[in-house]
């Protein structure tokens, strides 16, 4: 599969589009549905039609049209409610002869659609044109204008004579035009620009056609951009006539080597302005976007079936990749990425990925906020792990154009990494608990390189941070470390697979405190019971913070009891403040890549250790008893055998 989803793959497509007719009595919603169906003026019409289909082939995306007449009566209120709901556009109407229908588009009408949260597009149609007075002419576009200009869903307004088969069918073909090629995601009529999201996908669907990155596209580029959008070659006088329009309305839309970026921009803004939105919007199907502009995590071959305690990582195909992409967006070359640089990078997907949680304030950044190489790649293995489809996608949005299929990697299981006493894991993912002002923030911010703060403010339940750590012979791991709240431990364990996605845990207590000591020490018998009931054990560390405070006189003593009673190494002692981290972060990887070790037992585990070993001791035991049953009892009968025939 290649690095662009094809519109063929159909995620936009409908069987049918829906449009329900609504409007003041009298107004002419019934004969409009009746004439468009029969291209005739009935005589009489019933007061509500049933659904009306007008079929594919009356339209050029040959798709039908489904059309909802209703009722303007108080008892009806309920089903056009139901019927809106279901919409995928509305034609609302008011009749030419009666002023006070209009006014009743604002008046009620539309802002019952908002009451109601209808959010598609809205086709205002004038009925009747035929009965009003020609001696009172108006200007549609100058009374809509202020009333278009408030409701911003009303895609068009259009005026019509069902009586004398005037703009009758375009009334649906711009409802119809309206759901398949909607003109809000794309452009704003308010200042008569590209909006920010198109602008971002028509600039990846240009890096995309650029196949020498000269930043134009050549004659031989237009062409096959041509071909694979609309199926038909462009001939060297339409060419030649694309660049004439850019270059005169747009001198620098032109440069010697073709078509650059603002000229392909300008060119689709004439498209939209002429109303032909199907071409920008064919184009922008063809490269996989959907009405959102954004490409559709769900059309994304990720890994789907995967087992609680497998995890998703980069390929070594993904992180080169990722490699030239940070080396061709560091415009100075200073091996870091600014946030101007940053912002460059992400300038052809919808928005940058990392701005929000769990993501914003999970990496290491230098004094002036730049991020290198190392925070960039962690921050995709942070966000691979946690999202494989956003991932994905945005490695699309990047310009992968390699299989995606080869993008990432399922890891082995981590139950099967413990029988084997071996992973072949690159990132690890941590979960680090204790008890209230123990130090867990500290600890994250240190990993980043935050400086030391003496107050921290209360961090939610998804608070990460991720960075590599340096391992013997200059092999470098990916850690995550994800801060679990002390509030939220019972909740959280609460899930039978809760621990399947943890390599290590970490508990961590303030050292001059005893209370923590015995908080954290809980904490941690709770998480060993419930990877002994739950089968997915981990393997864990007991953090001594804040050693540059005075310990209590059993300190040491007490921390040492509780690994050893749990069968685990001895606590790791640090001191965030005076940055004495006593190497926690490559001992915490150690850890988590000797699976089998450190896996703390409680007297709850070893019961249960004692009692299968009973048990399948017991089996042994009754399997060989059965054996030598069966061999006597085979003797026997050999014997008796002999017995009763004695040779001769």
Known sequence: MSGDLSARTEFNHRSTVRVVVVGDPATGKSSLIAA??????????????????????????????????????????????????RADAIVLTYACDQPETLANLQIYWLPEFRRLKVNIPVIVVGCMLDLRDEHYPINLERMMGPIMQKFKEIETCIECSAANLVEVAEVFYYAQKAVLHPTAPLFDQDSQTLKPRCIKALKRIFILSDHDRDSALNDSELNQFQVKCFNAPLHDKETDEVKRVVRENLPQGISHLGLTLDGFLYLHSLFIAKGRLETTWTVLREFGYNDDLELPKENLPVPSEKAPDQSV????????????????????????????????????????????????????????????????LSQWALMTLLDPSQSLAYLMYLGFAGDLATAFRV???????????????????????????????ALLNSFIGRPFQDNYNLTNSQCYTVNTVDQLQGIKKTLILNEIQECDVKEFLSSKDSLAACDVAVFIYDSSDEY???????????????????????????????NDLNLYPMAIKDAEMVCQGLKITAPIRISVKEQYMNNVFQKIVTTAQQCHLSVPETEHGRYKKRYRQLFNRSLFLASVGAAVAIVALAAYRAYACRKTNPAR
Not at 48 to 61: H, W
Not at 331 to 339: A, Y
């Open 36 to 85: 468009a169906a029969t291209d005739t003026f009935p005589e009489y019409v019933d007061p509500v039609l049933p659904p009306t289909v007008l079929p594919a082939e009356y339209y050029p995306d040959e798709i039908p049209v489904t059309i909802i007449d209703t009722s303007s009566s108080l008892d009806g209120k309920a089903k056009v409610e139901e019927e809106l709901q």
């Open 313 to 376: 990582e980069l390929t070594s195909a993904a992180v080169d990749f990722l490699k030239e992409i940070f080396s061709l967006y560091d415009s100075d070359k200073d091996g870091t990425l600014q946030d101007f640089e940053l912002d460059d990078l992400f300038s052809t997907a919808p928005e940058s990925p990392w701005d929000d949680d769990p993501y914003k304030d999970s990496l290491e950044r230098s004094e002036q906020g730049d991020v290198n190489l190392s925070g960039f």
């Open 411 to 441: 890891t082995r299981k981590r139950s099967l990494d413990f029988k084997k006493q071996h992973t072949d894991r690159h990132v690890f993912r941590c979960f680090v608990f204790g008890p209230k002002n123990s130090g867990k923030s």
């Open 516 to 546: 923590s000591l015995k908080k954290a020490s809980k904490l941690m018998k709770e998480v060993a019971r419930k990877g002994e009931d739950s089968g997915y054990g981990v393997p864990c560390l007991l953090i001594a913070a804040k």
